[in-house]
């Protein structure tokens, strides 16, 4: 297969069913060359969203020997169509969305929603994972770390229906209580924000060495900017070591997810493959290795590189991981990832206001290594410690990579801390961008 410089992609790594955390929908700036545009021709009319659905999957999706036959036309709705094609006992992410919601979400960042990520403790309490500045959780101050103790006056553990409290257009009071223990309230509406990718950038001085330390939250077009700002500031604090956070990160755009490869991996990926996308039988003339033919100047050169993962990180994070296995000696600290090797393309119908995105293709890395779909295992187990903001050093799992840059005795055993759990996610785009 052909090594092929990025350029004009048309291929995403989308989330799925991935607890991807509790955001929802992430996305990227996606240009439109890289949405494949429903084909208009006179001889094949679509007659509806449901038949061109099932004629996509009839022809690009990966499992293509498991689509069933079955008329289209028996189903009620897109979605419930969509999951009578999905091969179930593997694919948790292909999904279908609003086109105009979907573009909204890649090219811009932009999503609806009070911007924040949540999950329950061990004795049931609403903590914040994170929160996206512009949005009214980040406008109002609110901070990983934070304990949401009532909706509306009620008690968080008394409320019938938690999820439900955030499903409302009306103003909703809430009352938290802070990283030092100070009680806060506030009252918002939920509202269409622009996402910040970057959630936190930071330069940890440690006994041996300038540790950098990005916390990366999903793929979308406007994360390029902000990664180069990122980057930028780590070459010129001329870090030593560096830390990617890729905690939440459900996936996104593969032109970013290339671009970040391209940062991390420095000059020991120069003219090397990256990654191959396999396709069904049907295409396999597009079958393609990507390799990183042009240096940035912004790329770190190390020897070794850190991660930390949850199973919240999918799909396009997976893929900037498994690509540095052939060229560095990668550590990962947290959870083992979600486990998605394999993409999306997305096809665009604005007659029917559609963007489907079943699963079209496998990625392997430089080795042919990338079937990992029970997750990409860690080095260090940790639990994501959500009592601590971003860039503490106390916080668990960057405590743990700070150790062992150290070298502190680190012992590679499960964590006997029990680890908070997400709020569920609709399948789509609202697990790209973890938040409510």
Same mark, same amino acid.
């Given at each position: 297969?052909?090594?092929?410089?990025? @350029? &004009?992609?048309?291929?995403?790594f989308?989330?799925g069913?991935l607890f $991807? *955390?509790?955001?929802?929908?992430k996305?990227?700036?996606i240009? %439109?060359?890289?949405?494949?545009?429903? @084909?208009?021709?006179e001889?094949?009319?679509? %007659?509806?969203s449901?038949?061109y659905?099932?004629?996509?999957?009839?022809?690009?999706?990966?499992?293509?020997d498991?689509?069933p036959?079955?008329?289209?036309n028996?189903?009620?709705?897109?979605?419930?169509?969509l999951d009578?094609?999905?091969?179930?006992?593997? =694919?948790?992410?292909?999904?279908?969305?609003?086109? =105009?919601?979907?573009?909204?979400?890649?090219?811009?960042?932009?999503? &609806?929603?009070? *911007?924040v990520?949540?999950?329950? =403790?061990?004795?049931?309490?609403?903590?914040?994972?994170?929160?996206?500045?512009?949005?009214?959780?980040?406008?109002a *101050?609110?901070?990983?770390g934070?304990?949401i103790?009532?909706?509306?006056?009620a008690?968080v553990?008394?409320?019938p229906d938690i999820?439900?409290?955030f499903d409302t257009d009306?103003?909703?009071?809430?009352?938290?209580?802070?990283l030092?223990g100070?009680t806060?309230?506030?009252?918002?509406?939920r509202t269409?924000y622009?996402?910040?990718?970057v959630?936190h950038t930071?330069?940890? %001085?440690?006994?041996?060495?300038k540790? *950098?330390?990005?916390?990366f939250?999903?793929?979308?077009? +406007?994360?390029?900017? @902000?990664?180069?700002?990122?980057?930028t500031y780590?070459? @010129?604090?001329?870090?030593? %070591?560096?830390i990617?956070?890729?905690?939440?990160n459900g996936?996104g755009s593969?032109?970013?997810a290339?671009q970040?490869?391209?940062?991390?991996?420095?000059?020991?990926?120069?003219?090397? +493959?990256?990654?191959?996308?396999?396709?069904?039988q049907?295409?396999?003339?597009?079958?393609?290795?990507?390799?990183?033919?042009?240096?940035?100047?912004r790329?770190?050169?190390?020897?070794?590189?850190? $991660?930390?993962?949850?199973?919240?990180?999918?799909?396009?994070?997976?893929?900037?991981i498994?690509?540095?296995? +052939?060229y &560095?000696?990668?550590?990962?600290?947290?959870?083992k990832t979600?486990?998605?090797?394999?993409?999306?393309q997305?096809?665009?119908s604005?007659d029917?206001?559609?963007a489907?995105?079943?699963?079209?293709?496998q990625i392997?890395?430089?080795y042919g290594?990338?079937h990992?779909f029970?997750g990409?295992?860690?080095d260090?187990?940790e639990?994501?410690d959500?009592?601590h903001?971003w860039? =503490?050093p106390?916080?668990?799992?960057?405590r743990?990579?700070l150790?062992?840059?150290d070298?502190?005795?680190?012992v590679?055993? &499960?964590?006997?801390r029990?680890k908070?759990?997400?709020? +569920?996610?609709?399948?789509?785009?609202q697990e790209?961008?973890g938040?409510?």
């Open positions: 297969m052909k090594i092929n410089k990025i @350029e &004009k992609l048309i291929r995403l989308l989330l069913v $991807f *955390g509790i955001s929802c929908s996305d990227e700036v240009p %439109e060359d890289e949405i494949i545009e429903e @084909e208009k021709e001889e094949e009319v679509v %007659e509806n449901l038949t659905i099932y004629d996509v999957f009839n022809d690009h999706y990966f499992w293509l498991e689509v036959e079955l008329d289209p028996t189903y009620s709705s897109n979605e419930e169509l009578a094609l999905r091969y179930d006992e593997v =694919d948790r992410w292909s999904f279908v969305a609003d086109l =105009d919601a979907y573009l909204a979400l890649y090219e811009e960042a932009e999503t &609806k929603g009070y *911007g990520g949540m999950a329950l =403790d061990a004795d049931n309490k609403l903590m914040v994972r994170f929160t996206y500045k512009n949005s009214p959780m980040g406008l *101050g609110v901070d990983r934070w304990e103790h009532k909706i509306n006056d008690t553990t008394a409320l999820l439900g409290a009306s103003p909703v009071k809430f009352t938290f209580v802070d030092i100070d806060v309230s506030s009252t918002m509406t269409d622009n996402m910040n990718t959630l930071s330069v940890i %001085e440690t006994e041996s060495a540790v *950098g330390y990005l916390v939250e999903s793929f979308l077009d +406007p994360s390029e900017a @902000e990664l180069i700002e990122a980057f780590f070459k @010129e604090q001329n870090i030593d %070591e560096l990617v956070d890729l905690r939440y996936g593969f032109q970013i290339y970040l490869a391209t940062l991390v991996g420095g000059n020991d990926i120069l003219n090397e +493959p990256l990654a191959s996308f396999i396709y069904n049907n295409h396999t003339d597009e079958n393609v290795t990507y390799g990183v033919m042009e240096a940035d100047a790329s770190v050169n190390l020897d070794r590189l850190f $991660f930390i993962t949850t199973e919240s990180s999918a799909s396009a994070s997976e893929f900037v498994n690509s540095m296995f +052939p &560095k000696e990668v550590v990962l600290v947290g959870e979600h486990g998605k090797p394999v993409g999306m997305v096809f665009a604005e029917y206001n559609l489907l995105a079943p699963v079209t293709f392997v890395n430089a290594n990338g990992f029970n990409i295992p860690v260090y187990p639990v994501d959500i009592y903001a860039g =503490d106390q916080e668990a799992c960057l743990k990579a150790d062992i840059i070298g502190n005795d680190v590679a055993m &499960k964590s006997v029990l908070p759990q997400g709020l +569920p996610l609709k399948r789509g785009l790209i961008t938040a409510y």
